[in-house]
T-cell receptor
Framework: NAGVTQTPKFQVLKTGQSMTLQCAQD?????MSWYRQDPGMGLRLIHY???????DQGEVPNGYNVSRSTTEDFPLRLLSAAPSQTSVYFC????????????FGSGTRLTVV | EDQVTQSPEALRLQEGESSSLNCSYT??????LFWYRQDPGKGPEFLFT???AGEEKEKERLKATLTKKESFLHITAPKPEDSATYLC???????????????FGTGTRLTIIP
């Protein structure tokens, strides 16, 4: 069981470039989400999905786009990278049944120069 | 706005020295409080879910408790391998299910000195 797989682990972008952070889970979880983690600010929710074809915005959605065409995959797109998007990005998934915590991926460390 | 506040920000303990970490929250109608452990360079790892005041959960040297306004993570006789950042999280008021759209605290960085 791989759990939640994120790629790439590290990425350097130039301002204005676009890219997609990949996230895949093999646990048949309905719920998936993207967080960014910055020093002193904790984990902040970017976008989330409660099932294939359904996505919604979290706390800090600007500059990011998501889609959920399958249960397994939930990619995060940076449309035009900015230095403020330098962060560590985590994808997480969970069952919608009560009491289950999230399973997190190992993260993508993104630097925008 | 729902808030989650953790204290202290950092805690250094000698091996075997017991202590507690605090997580206070302002969300009404709590539908669950979650504790996670995060090691450097890794994603958070789920530890516990608590639902109602008075509830307790235990795992090895860790015990989580919940009141109406806060939760405590008690660590008894810690070992160096317990060193990590401990995060708590709550769903927003009116969440459709218990672990939707979790709001995380900024964590307590725990260091256990051999």
């Amino acid at each position: 069981n791989a759990g939640v797989t994120q790629t790439p682990k590290f990425q350097v972008l130039k301002t204005g470039q676009s890219m997609t952070l990949q996230c895949a889970q093999d646990m048949n979880h309905e719920y998936m989400s993207w967080y960014r983690q910055d020093p002193g600010m904790g984990l902040r929710l970017i976008h989330y999905s409660v099932g294939a074809g359904i996505t919604d915005q979290g706390e800090v959605p600007n500059g990011y786009n998501v889609s959920r065409s399958t249960t397994e995959d939930f990619p995060l797109r940076l449309l035009s990278a900015a230095p403020s998007q330098t962060s560590v990005y985590f994808c997480a998934s969970s069952s919608r049944l009560g009491g289950y915590g999230y399973t997190f991926g190992s993260g993508t460390r993104l630097t925008v120069v | 706005e729902d808030q989650v506040t953790q204290s202290p920000e950092a805690l250094r303990l000698q091996e075997g020295e017991s202590s507690s970490l605090n997580c206070s929250y302002t969300v009404s109608g709590l539908r669950g409080l979650f504790w996670y452990r995060q090691d450097p360079g890794k994603g958070p790892e789920f530890l516990f879910t608590l639902y109602s005041a008075g509830e307790e959960k235990e795992k090895e040297r860790l015990k989580a408790t919940l009141t109406k306004k806060e939760s405590f993570l008690h660590i008894t006789a810690p070992k160096p391998e317990d060193s990590a950042t401990y995060l708590c999280a709550v769903p927003p008021q009116g969440a459709n299910f218990g672990n939707e759209k979790l709001t995380f605290g900024t964590g307590t960085r725990l260091t256990i000195i051999p």
